[in-house]
């Protein structure tokens, strides 16, 4: 994920500058988080390609605009989710999606040498416990740790208190801690535990 700094910097550019350069960096930055975002709601490769594409369309067509937006990650989010979800009540596949049952994909791109140290079984165990987390815990776990994104700016995309997003991570790393057999009270501040 592309540093807030830098999404700052980019968006400066594009909005000031009409920098193409830039806005192929913000896009390539963000393309794969956002697709992956896309995706959980509307499952299908090509019509989250075509999300994606038409968001960051929208950001070249405004993008003197965008210059006022105050936090363009989260713009860029917000903007996915309400085009998939359009999408989806155009379709007619649902009158109304609830985020309980959207799901996500948690890629595994653990690089540091501490995190390789981990065994594949445990990996496994791992794995097999975000998916078993309830579909929304398991979406917000994934933009916290996976996409890098603050937890007011998740509460802004899915439209939640920080508090539920603070409970929702605490829940999954209880439950990702409890499958791997891990004494989770050890290491989270005591007005999280019980």
């Not at 140290?117 to 998916?131: F, G, H, N, V």
């Not at 916290?144 to 790393?173: G, P, R, W």
Request: proline share 2%; hydrophobic share 40%; with cysteine.
């Amino acid at each position: 994920m592309i540093a807030a700094e830098r999404i700052e910097y980019l968006q400066n550019r594009i909005a000031r500058f009409e920098d193409q350069q830039a806005y192929k960096e913000l896009f390539i930055g963000l393309y794969s988080y956002l697709y992956h975002f896309a995706w959980g709601f509307v499952k299908s490769k090509e019509l989250s390609e075509e999300i994606v594409s038409d968001v960051f369309i929208k950001v070249w067509e405004k993008r003197k605009a965008i210059s006022g937006v105050e936090n363009l990650k989260v713009y860029l989010y917000v903007a996915t989710k309400n085009i998939s979800l359009n999408y989806i009540d155009k379709q007619k596949q649902a009158n109304f999606v609830d985020l309980s049952e959207v799901s996500v994909d948690i890629k595994s791109s653990y690089a540091d040498p501490e995190q390789l140290l981990i065994t594949s079984d445990m990996m496994e165990r791992i794995q097999q416990a975000i998916y078993q987390l309830p579909p929304r815990c398991r979406l917000i776990f994934k933009l916290i740790k996976e996409d890098k994104m603050k937890y007011k700016e998740v509460a802004e995309i899915l439209h939640i208190s920080v508090k539920t997003v603070e409970n929702q991570i605490a829940i999954a790393v209880k439950k990702i801690g409890f499958a791997i057999n891990f004494d989770i009270s050890r290491t989270l501040p005591s007005h999280v535990n019980g």
